[in-house]
T-cell receptor
Framework: AQSVAQPEDQVNVAEGNPLTVKCTYS??????LFWYVQYPNRGLQFLLK??????LVKGSYGFEAEFNKSQTSFHLKKPSALVSDSALYFC????????????FGKGTRLHILP | DSGVTQTPKHLITATGQRVTLRCSPR?????VYWYQQSLDQGLQFLIQ???????AKGNILERFSAQQFPDLHSELNLSSLELGDSALYFC????????????FGPGTRLLVL
């Protein structure tokens, strides 16, 4: 069965430091991979996606994500965190063929400390 | 602003009642998705419609139903409401290709008393 794991409920990072939010998945084949961010009292916003090609994907607000096929991971990264990056981050996977369900991880709350 | 609109923003009702949530997708988007977000269950995919037809089903209860109309807006009907149905309900839209990102509306906050 398809699944997505975000192993950390919360990540704390000091402003200016690099950040990583982890995501691993279990899906047959090569899925589409996505990251979304949710600010308080708002809907989710698309950050970036992996379709094919370069393993390092660049997205909005200076975020990037590294696709690792052997480890079935798609970790979200940013070289220098801002306080305004504090939010809830979701990883999502979607199969390229077959069942068209979208599976979201449980979310990771990112706190950037000033 | 994602371009996806949802009404109402807030809804308070009683157990056993029935409510309808409405969603208008972004201009040009053919797919509409419904999600339920609660504190204990996280973000749960409920159902997807593409150009008026059901395309994928997630963890949607039998008491819940949805449809997408010819003008592409969608409605999610929740009936025989229970306390546990209290949650944020999001609608999202996309062009319709699997690799496309989804654009989420602001959500409807449902409180069942």
């Amino acid at each position: 069965a398809q699944s997505v794991a975000q192993p950390e409920d919360q990540v704390n990072v000091a402003e200016g430091n690099p950040l990583t939010v982890k995501c691993t998945y279990s899906v047959s084949g090569n899925p589409y991979l996505f990251w979304y961010v949710q600010y308080p009292n708002r809907g989710l916003q698309f950050l970036l996606k992996y379709i094919t090609g370069d393993n390092l994907v660049k997205g909005s607000y200076g975020f990037e994500a590294e696709f690792n096929k052997s480890q079935t991971s798609f970790h979200l990264k940013k070289p220098s965190a801002l306080v305004s990056d504090s939010a809830l981050y979701f990883c999502a996977v979607r199969d390229r063929v077959g069942d068209d369900k979208i599976i979201f991880g449980k979310g990771t709350r990112l706190h950037i400390l000033p | 602003d994602s371009g996806v609109t949802q009404t109402p923003k807030h809804l308070i009702t009683a157990t056993g009642q029935r409510v309808t949530l409405r969603c208008s997708p972004r201009s040009g988007d053919l797919s509409v998705y419904w999600y339920q977000q609660s504190l204990d269950q996280g973000l749960q995919f409920l159902i997807q419609y593409y150009n008026g037809e059901e395309r994928a089903k997630g963890n949607i209860l039998e008491r819940f139903s949805a449809q997408q109309f010819p003008d592409l807006h969608s409605e999610l009907n929740l009936s025989s409401l229970e306390l546990g149905d209290s949650a944020l309900y999001f609608c999202a839209s996309s062009v319709g290709v699997r690799g496309d990102p989804q654009y989420f509306g602001p959500g409807t906050r449902l409180l069942v008393l």
